[in-house]
Every structure is written in C-alpha cells, then in structure tokens.
C-alpha cells in the first residue's frame, strides 16, 4: 500500500524557517501528483501547496504564496516544503498526501495522506 511519512515538524519563532519532508513508499512516485494540506485544532484542513509530475507545475494557498516552496526529488521518492517567513497562523498539523487524479486543491482529490507532522510558531 502507498505510505507517505512526514517529518521536520517543530517549534519555531516568528519569522523562522522549517522545511519538511514527505518519504512515499509502495507507489511508483513520479506518476503522483504530490500536496501539502495543514489543519489547525478545530479549523478545516487547509489547501497549502501541490506540484505536479509535469515541468513547472506548482500551485500554492494565498496564505503562503510566496513564502512556502514545494519541490520533489523523485530520484529519493520524497517531497519537500520549504517554509520561510513563519508566522503564528501557520501553526498546524501538516500533511502530505497523493494522487494519480487530475491536479487538484481540496482534500478531495488526493487518495493517500500521511499521518502528519506539527508545526508550532510562536509569537
């Protein structure tokens, strides 16, 4: 079965850095669309960023959009976030997930979804 494992999560201050990793196994890597999504404690989870297997395609929340970096290595079957310029709000469980669909934004349209890893950003 595909498994994605996330790590990289932690605690940092505003305005820091943390980048995270997505390990995919069980899959043949460079045929899936690759996402992040986060979901904060009682919120909906959130669109965060998504790349495609083609050249060049990547698309990103409005949260992020020119903080957040998506890049993958399909060479080591695992996808990155780059995350600069953290702030509070982005404080939240971050998830990778999957999908051999049509790129897509909503949770909906990916079918396999690590377990998570936190990131907490304090003031």
């Known amino acids: 079965q595909v498994q994605l494992v996330e790590s990289g999560g932690g605690s940092v201050q505003a305005g820091g850095s943390l980048r995270l990793s997505c390990a995919a196994s069980g899959l043949t890597f460079r045929w899936y669309n690759m996402g992040w999504f986060r979901q904060a404690p009682g919120k909906e989870r959130e669109f965060v960023a998504v790349?495609?297997?083609?050249?060049?395609?990547?698309y990103y929340g409005d949260s992020v959009q020119g903080r957040f970096t998506i890049s993958r290595d399909n060479a080591k079957n695992t996808v990155y976030l780059q995350m600069n310029s953290l702030k509070p709000e982005d404080t939240a469980a971050y998830y990778c997930?999957?999908?051999?669909?049509?790129?897509?934004?909503?949770?909906?349209?990916?079918?396999?979804w690590g377990q998570g890893t936190q990131v907490t950003v304090s003031s």
């Open positions: 997930a999957a999908s051999r669909a049509r790129m897509g934004y909503t949770v909906h349209d990916f079918g396999s």
């Open positions: 790349i495609s297997y083609s050249e060049g395609g990547t």
